[in-house]
């Protein structure tokens, strides 16, 4: 709508600046128009209704009367004279006047309103040709579009930035995700090859000692496990594209869904010996969807946990104002490079870059937790320095 109302203005730019000779002789194509008009009602008055518009001038503006007068023999006898009634003939030429000023006026502003809109439709035409060329090719806007149109210059020049930021964006989520799937589908075959083995290893061999039997399954099971993360990890990129997000809204308390994931993050916690602080009141009530809030905060607690060194504590904690409420998750690890912090919420972005680590996923969780979070009307943000990272959540109260 913007642009169009730039269109609109330009082209009466356009109009004034570039076609004063056009105006001109459209000035003298409506002064021919008037006088060919006149010509045309004076030649049908004066001769092809000439006894007709005499009589009907006579009846209506000549009054005729009888004057008495003596002739030289002394006999009384009736002249006829005739007057030209001067003030109802000023009102009939009076009448035509304001008649004839309103056609006059009609015709103009016919012939202006039709002149004008032609122009503005052929300085759309010019613009749109002009949009077209540029965004289709790698001129500047300066040589594409004359001066008059710098404003539209400028506005093509901001949807043409915003439109190639999109693309490379696009560009670089796809390149990601290709490989993403090409080093899953790769690294797929290395533990499945490892579970094969050592089961054929155990089926080949009965009297294989217990002790051996059973270094031999640990690996299987540890591969195996290492084999069902790689497939979810697939399955997750798959199902991201097909997956509509639609929120179910009711009363949360976010002090007990907080407690019951700690408990099942509990043998996780144990493992990286890691340790739970939380700080959050116990009638402490949320508005919003249980289910895709819980998911928001299990991928980031778990991110948490994967990236906090051992034996640390992760704390959490709220602070409420009167129309938000704002949930902190913090943890002490490596600080992320503030490149990769910009980044983090990007699809597909991984921060270890290695898929030999077992930190990690598909790089969807943070993702799809500010996309739930934007839903809600919320906001997402990090932070890291000095090996602490702290993510903040602020959702509205209603």
């Not at 015709?107 to 122009?119: G, P, Q």
């Not at 993403?180 to 090859?193: A, N």
């Not at 509509?244 to 869904?257: F, V």
Request: hydrophobic share 40%; charged share 25%; net charge negative.
């Amino acid at each position: 709508m913007k642009i169009l109302s730039i269109l609109k203005q330009s082209g009466g730019v356009g109009i004034k600046s570039k076609n004063k000779q056009a105006q001109f002789i459209r000035m003298i194509c409506i002064a021919c128009v008037v006088i060919i008009i006149f010509y045309g009602l004076y030649y049908l008055i004066d001769q092809v209704m000439n006894g007709t518009f005499a009589d009907w001038f006579t009846s209506n503006f000549i009054d005729t009367y009888y004057e008495p007068y003596e002739t030289a023999d002394g006999v009384i006898k009736n002249a006829l004279n005739t007057d030209l009634n001067w003030y109802r003939l000023k009102m009939a030429l009076l009448g035509v006047a304001a008649a004839g000023t309103v056609l006059i006026s009609l015709i103009i502003f016919a012939v202006s309103h039709f002149y004008a809109n032609k122009k503005v439709r052929e300085t759309v035409t010019n613009a749109s040709q002009m949009m077209q060329d540029y965004m289709a090719g790698d001129k500047e806007a300066t040589k594409v579009f004359p001066k008059e149109y710098a404003e539209i210059s400028s506005q093509m020049l901001e949807i043409k930035s915003a439109m190639q930021h999109h693309e490379q964006i696009l560009r670089d989520e796809a390149n990601r995700k290709n490989d993403l799937i090409v080093y899953l589908t790769h690294d797929l075959k290395t533990p499945l090859t490892s579970v094969i083995g050592y089961l054929s290893l155990l089926d080949e061999a009965s009297d294989m000692p217990s002790e051996q039997k059973n270094k031999y399954i640990g690996i299987a099971l540890d591969k195996s496990h290492r084999l069902e993360k790689l497939i979810n990890e697939l399955f997750e990129i798959t199902r991201y594209n097909l997956q509509q997000i639609e929120l179910e809204k009711e009363s949360i308390d976010l002090y007990y869904m907080l407690i019951q994931m700690t408990d099942e993050f509990y043998p996780l916690l144990q493992t990286h010996g890691n340790t739970i602080n939380l700080e959050v009141k116990e009638d402490t009530v949320l508005y919003g969807d249980p289910i895709k809030l819980a998911r928001v905060f299990n991928n980031i607690l778990k991110n948490a946990i994967a990236y906090s060194y051992q034996d640390t504590e992760i704390k959490i904690w709220t602070e409420k104002t009167d129309t938000e409420l704002a949930l902190y998750f913090r943890n002490k690890g490596r600080t992320i490079p503030p490149r990769k912090l910009n980044a983090i919420f990007e699809k597909f972005f991984r921060l270890d870059e290695a898929r030999t680590t077992n930190t990690g996923g598909a790089g969807l969780g943070l993702a799809i937790a500010k996309e739930i979070i934007t839903l809600h009307q919320g906001t997402i943000t990090a932070k890291s320095e000095n090996e602490w990272t702290t993510f903040c959540i602020t959702l509205p109260l209603n």
